[in-house]
């Protein structure tokens, strides 16, 4: 498939509510999409990028600048057989997981549809179980104002279905949040997301929480660091989860054998793309470990790939992969809604993503767009 064109929109859409982390609040999400031409076929993908460097150090501003300026010029006109091809052709920029992704989910999505595919189907094909039809999913919830507003959210959440809850938390913002959750609702399923807000320093406050069951305790530590989680898991009872510190299936070998994690949450933004997450999925399920998909607020363009990822045999645990209804108003393609009987989202069947993209919409809530052909 000669890669004819590519269409690149820069949009803005505001969040139902602000999305509040250890490293601050979001209340509009700007964010990449892109368009991959080839035999009249239309491959697309979302780059996670934020407004801000908090989660990553990539913006929107650098992924356009390194997508228009670097990835995009190096595969225009080439020849895409199967998307593994990209890692070859993207290694010349280092790092910038979160624009080559963009890509590697459009060549994905594109190459599934050639070949009359799912993208999850697509993804399945080594593996004898193929893939799941529903995912499990679960929400994640920002910090809020106080502890029984977020009492009253989760109660919410789980009204509407939610099998499993994740709460943000900050130096100042644990114990007893985690406690007052845990007592309210003794039997759910309940984790926590740090993004990288403590020290090894802070061992106590998470040995506070040893007695409350919890599902995990997500990135406690620094956001590149694999030593010190590997110090601190033996300390803890909870299970320690890695998500930022995970930058390829590499950082995981390191991580498993260094002893740093139980779990891994798989973002294939984070990681470069489906072709790596995959990778880090094969690795983790020969040693045991069990992985979910991780979420970073994605349209329905973003999250239908997400969901077939999710639908691979190694991904035990529930993803944030909950439905895009939940941040949007007006999203730019299809949404995918819960099945409330046993908090999954149906895996997308038709061919690539499944999705229908609403380019009006799209176009509408573009900062800037640009075509770029060879
Ligand atoms: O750390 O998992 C995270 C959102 C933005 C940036 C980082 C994270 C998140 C989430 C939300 O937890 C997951 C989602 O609902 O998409
Ligand atoms: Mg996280």
């Given at each position: 498939?000669?890669?004819?064109?590519?269409?690149?929109?820069?949009?803005?859409?505001m969040?139902?509510?602000?999305?509040?982390?250890s490293?601050?609040?979001?209340?509009?999400?700007?964010?990449?999409?892109?368009?991959?031409?080839?035999?009249?076929?239309?491959?697309w993908?979302?780059?996670?990028?934020?407004?801000?460097?908090?989660?990553?150090?990539?913006?929107v501003?650098?992924?356009?600048?390194?997508?228009?300026d670097?990835?995009?010029?190096a595969?225009?006109g080439?020849?895409?057989?199967?998307?593994?091809?990209l890692g070859?052709?993207?290694?010349?920029?280092?790092?910038?997981?979160?624009?080559?992704?963009?890509?590697?989910?459009?060549?994905?999505?594109?190459?599934?549809?050639?070949?009359?595919?799912?993208?999850?189907?697509k993804?399945?094909?080594p593996?004898?179980?193929?893939?799941?039809?529903?995912?499990?999913v679960?929400?994640?919830i920002?910090?809020q104002?106080?502890?029984?507003e977020?009492?009253?959210?989760?109660?919410?959440?789980?009204?509407?279905?939610?099998?499993?809850?994740?709460?943000?938390?900050?130096?100042?913002?644990?114990?007893?949040?985690?406690?007052?959750?845990?007592?309210?609702?003794?039997?759910?399923?309940?984790?926590?997301?740090?993004?990288?807000?403590?020290?090894?320093?802070?061992?106590?406050?998470?040995?506070?929480?040893?007695?409350?069951?919890?599902l995990?305790?997500?990135?406690?530590?620094?956001?590149?660091?694999?030593?010190?989680?590997?110090?601190?898991?033996?300390?803890?009872?909870?299970?320690?989860?890695?998500?930022?510190?995970?930058?390829?299936?590499?950082?995981?070998?390191y991580?498993?054998?260094?002893?740093?994690?139980?779990?891994?949450?798989?973002?294939?933004?984070?990681?470069?793309?489906?072709?790596?997450?995959?990778?880090?999925?094969?690795?983790?399920?020969?040693?045991?470990?069990?992985?979910?998909?991780?979420?970073?607020?994605?349209?329905?363009?973003?999250?239908?790939?997400?969901?077939?990822?999710?639908?691979?045999?190694?991904?035990?645990?529930?993803g944030?992969?909950?439905?895009?209804?939940?941040?949007?108003?007006?999203?730019?393609a299809?949404?995918?809604?819960?099945?409330?009987?046993?908090?999954?989202?149906?895996?997308?069947?038709g061919?690539?993503?499944?999705?229908?993209?609403?380019v009006?919409?799209?176009t509408?809530?573009?900062l800037?767009?640009?075509?770029?052909?060879k």
């Amino acid at each position: 498939m000669k890669i004819e064109r590519v269409d690149l929109y820069h949009i803005s859409l505001m969040l139902k509510r602000p999305f509040v982390t250890s490293f601050g609040p979001q209340q509009e999400r700007q964010c990449l999409i892109l368009a991959l031409h080839s035999e009249g076929l239309v491959g697309w993908g979302e780059c996670v990028a934020t407004n801000d460097p908090g989660y990553s150090y990539e913006t929107v501003q650098t992924a356009w600048h390194i997508l228009s300026d670097f990835l995009i010029p190096a595969i225009l006109g080439r020849d895409l057989q199967e998307p593994e091809q990209l890692g070859d052709w993207l290694r010349f920029v280092r790092g910038h997981p979160l624009a080559k992704a963009a890509l590697d989910q459009a060549a994905w999505d594109i190459t599934a549809q050639r070949d009359g595919l799912s993208f999850a189907q697509k993804l399945a094909q080594p593996y004898a179980e193929g893939a799941r039809a529903r995912v499990k999913v679960g929400v994640s919830i920002g910090i809020q104002p106080t502890i029984a507003e977020t009492l009253t959210l989760i109660e919410q959440y789980l009204e509407q279905g939610y099998g499993r809850i994740k709460l943000k938390i900050k130096p100042g913002w644990d114990i007893e949040l985690a406690q007052a959750a845990r007592q309210t609702f003794p039997h759910v399923p309940i984790m926590l997301d740090a993004n990288s807000a403590y020290q090894l320093a802070d061992v106590p406050i998470f040995q506070a929480m040893d007695n409350l069951n919890l599902l995990m305790l997500e990135q406690p530590l620094g956001y590149e660091d694999i030593y010190d989680h590997s110090q601190l898991r033996p300390l803890i009872r909870t299970p320690l989860c890695l998500d930022e510190s995970i930058h390829s299936a590499d950082h995981a070998r390191y991580a498993l054998a260094l002893g740093a994690c139980d779990i891994i949450n798989i973002k294939p933004s984070r990681v470069g793309g489906w072709t790596e997450a995959r990778r880090i999925h094969d690795l983790c399920r020969e040693q045991g470990v069990p992985v979910w998909v991780g979420g970073m607020l994605e349209t329905g363009v973003g999250r239908a790939a997400q969901l077939a990822l999710a639908s691979l045999p190694g991904f035990t645990l529930p993803g944030d992969i909950s439905a895009t209804d939940r941040y949007y108003a007006e999203d730019i393609a299809t949404r995918f809604t819960l099945n409330q009987e046993d908090s999954t989202i149906t895996v997308p069947t038709g061919r690539g993503l499944g999705i229908e993209v609403d380019v009006d919409r799209l176009t509408a809530v573009s900062l800037r767009r640009q075509t770029f052909t060879k």
